[in-house]
Structure formats: C-alpha cells, structure tokens
T-cell receptor, first 116, second 112 residues
Framework: DSGVTQTPKHLITATGQRVTLRCSPRSGDLSVYWYQQSLDQGLQFLIQYYNGEERAKGNILERFSAQQFPDLHSELNLSSLELGDSALYFC???????????????FGPGTRLTVL | GQNIDQPTEMTATEGAIVQINCTYQTSGFNGLFWYQQHAGEAPTFLSYNVLDGLEEKGRFSSFLSRSKGYSYLLLKELQMKDSASYLCAVRGYGGATNKLIFGTGTLLAVQP
C-alpha cells in the first residue's frame, strides 16, 4: 500500500460523457502527479499540482482538466470522452524538499476508464 | 526533447540473472528511476540513481552512466514473481517541476 488512494477503481461510460477521477496523496506530500497509461503508449505524464497550484503540464488534452484542493486531494476531469480515452489513469504523490525533490513518486492503484 | 529507450520484451530463466538496459536523451537530468509494474497494477519504486555508479538493493541493482545516457537494472536469482514490466524513468531538471518521463517499459517473462 503506497498511501495514495484513488477512486473509483473502475469506470465505464459512453462517448461524449464527462467523468471525474479523484486522488488523495500520501500524508504530508504536497505534490500530485497525474499519468495516463494506455496499451500502446506507456505511462504518459499529464499534469502536476503542488500545494494547490499547477506546476507542470505534459501531454494533457484540452478536454481534460485538473485541480488540487486545500486539503491536497486532486481531481482529474475528463470531458467529451472518446473511445481513445480508455486507459488506466494513475495518480502519484511525492515529497518535495528545498532545492528540488530527490524522493521517488508513490503511485495510487489507478482508475481503469472504459469508454464505450 | 526527451527520449527514453528500453527493449520491449525479455525472457529469462528462474534462478538466473537478467540485465535490462535503458538509454535516454533528455534536455536536463535530475535522476533516473526504475519501477516495477505487474499487469493492471500500480508501478512500485525499485531504485534511484543520480550519480554515476552502481546502487545495490538486495536482489536488484541499478547502474548509471550520465556521460553515456545509459542505465541498467540487474535482477539476480530470478523468481517467477519477477515477471512484470520494468519501467525506466528520467526526472528532468525543469526548475519547479519534478515530473518523470517514462520509457515504454520492458516486459520480463521468467520461465521455470
């Protein structure tokens, strides 16, 4: 158990719909990272939040957005869903230290999204 | 840009030793990570290298050469449960972010 929680574990929805994935980081971690993993693409970095603020963006589509709340949990919103959005979505958290983190990222169990 | 290369698949025998290579080209470098991922599960941290040389942790060791943009993960005394995907990831030094860029992973099959 990494200490990172994600809900729901599975999500099945239809094209054109909107879903929200939720993540709670490890106690004390201020950073949350979102990744998408599809069969043919490997783990792709989407976005990072640090203490409520967006810090870095990766290959995140405009249809996707995220936020981090004051209690540090984060939500990833996926809208106008397409078949190709079917994937495992992982959240990770890590500790940040002055001068830059040298610690590893801890991954949650993931949310498997299936778009029909 | 960032580019990370690993072999797609490898096969090894139980009890043997296997080396999984990773080469990378990144605009900045602030550490290299190896993760293990069983199918459908979350990646779990194995090792971290930021300086050149070998880091040993039990049956697993990881090596880094920054000048060559090269790392390897060495697994000794292979067990059936080591069958998994092994992901190489580089942390770029991008100021405020510590995001990881992952390779596509090496699927290791351990055979009896």
């Amino acid at each position: 158990d990494s200490g990172v929680t994600q809900t729901p574990k599975h999500l099945i929805t239809a094209t054109g719909q909107r879903v929200t994935l939720r993540c709670s980081p490890r106690s004390g971690d201020l950073s949350v990272y979102w990744y998408q993993q599809s069969l043919d693409q490997g783990l792709q970095f989407l976005i990072q939040y640090y203490n409520g603020e967006e810090r870095a963006k990766g290959n995140i589509l405009e249809r996707f957005s995220a936020q981090q709340f004051p209690d540090l949990h984060s939500e990833l919103n996926l809208s106008s869903l397409e078949l190709g959005d079917s994937a495992l979505y992982f959240c990770a958290s890590g500790e940040e230290r002055a001068g830059g983190s040298v610690g590893e990222q801890f991954f949650g169990p993931g949310t498997r999204l299936t778009v029909l | 840009g960032q580019n990370i290369d690993q072999p797609t698949e490898m096969t090894a025998t139980e009890g043997a030793i296997v080396q999984i290579n990773c080469t990378y080209q990144t605009s900045g470098f602030n550490g290299l990570f190896w993760y293990q991922q069983h199918a459908g599960e979350a990646p779990t941290f194995l090792s971290y290298n930021v300086l050149d040389g070998l880091e040993e942790k039990g049956r697993f060791s990881s090596f880094l050469s920054r000048s060559k943009g090269y790392s390897y993960l060495l697994l000794k005394e292979l067990q059936m449960k080591d069958s998994a995907s092994y992901l190489c990831a580089v942390r770029g030094y991008g100021g405020a972010t510590n995001k990881l860029i992952f390779g596509t992973g090496t699927l290791l099959a351990v055979q009896p």
